[in-house]
């Protein structure tokens, strides 16, 4: 499907906590990831995963089509997909085979391989048609359509931060996670950022389909981070890493109304939508 529109959105937070994203260790020390003095870095994938961690949360609770809801309860959340989708799989193979069924349409069960990377020959014979049934369905995710799965690339991505702050040292102790007891002789320390840093993110994406359940859900999990916060990096059970978000703002192109794509070509030039306008355009 043709994207409408892409956006690069920037959002700005302030650390009620000190952060700590885990570097290199050394002897009872937990060193920060930094890029020199004063200079610490969070990780594109660090941001994912705390945006993705928010939306898995999110999405039981929403409307989708029965597709979506069987790739997120059966595939994304499930612990184990494959026992999952086992009384789904007859149904699957006689779509393979040209049969409709409850959820599976045969012209769309083969679109959807063919998408994924099945050739014809490997449709024809189908070694390992369990794995194929995960695949079928983690495409129609609407969690891994926002931030990528095993089957396709996400619409949504995020740029390595930067933030600057003095480093500061705080004592831990280990546990045993068997007797939940202190450990003897297991005192450590962390380096973390000092609270009430600025911190930046920028998010880059495109929006295919507005009104759909990914950008709804995308909807939803921006407004979430704006309500409750967002938790990056490690010690989160220990109070660290709490981001209050302060500011965001969202530079949008429709690529229809985009003439000669000056707009695509500095898109932080266009009209910025706060993230009340911007869920909005999401939620179609």
């Known amino acids: 499907m043709a994207y409408q529109v892409k956006f690069v959105g920037k959002l700005r937070f302030t650390a009620k906590t ?44 929403m409307q989708m ?11 994304t959340l499930s612990e184990n997909p494959r026992s999952s989708v086992r009384d789904l799989l007859q149904d699957f193979l006689n779509s393979v085979k040209g049969g409709d069924s409850q959820f599976f349409k045969p012209e769309e069960v083969k679109r959807v391989l063919a998408s994924v990377g099945y050739s014809e020959e490997e449709l024809s014979k189908l070694e390992d048609p369990t794995l194929a049934l995960t695949e079928f369905l983690a495409y129609h995710c609407p969690i891994g359509r926002l931030f990528g799965n095993q089957v396709r690339a996400g619409n949504v991505r995020f740029t390595d931060t930067i933030f600057y702050s003095s480093g500061q040292y705080r004592p831990g102790v280990g546990i045993d996670r068997k007797t939940l007891t202190v450990k003897e002789k297991a005192l450590f320390q962390i380096e973390t950022s000092e609270a009430g840093v600025p911190v930046t993110l920028l998010i880059l994406g495109e929006v295919d389909e507005p009104g759909s359940t990914p950008y709804k859900l995308l909807a939803s999990t921006l407004e979430f981070v704006k309500e409750v916060g967002l938790n990056v990096g490690g010690r989160k059970s220990a109070g660290l890493g709490l981001l209050q978000l302060e500011h965001a703002e969202f530079h949008t192109v429709k690529l229809k109304e985009d003439k000669g794509g000056i707009g695509l070509g500095n898109p932080l030039k266009t009209p910025p939508l706060d993230l009340e306008n911007f869920t909005k355009l999401l939620r179609g």
């Open 65 to 75: 089509n029965a597709l979506e809801k069987l790739a997120v309860d059966k595939v």
């Open 18 to 61: 000190p952060v700590h994203i885990g570097g290199a260790g050394e002897a009872a020390t937990l060193y920060a990831l930094k890029l020199g003095p004063n200079r610490f870095l969070i990780p594109a994938t660090t941001w994912k995963g705390a945006f993705r961690n928010i939306a898995e949360r999110l999405a039981p609770t």
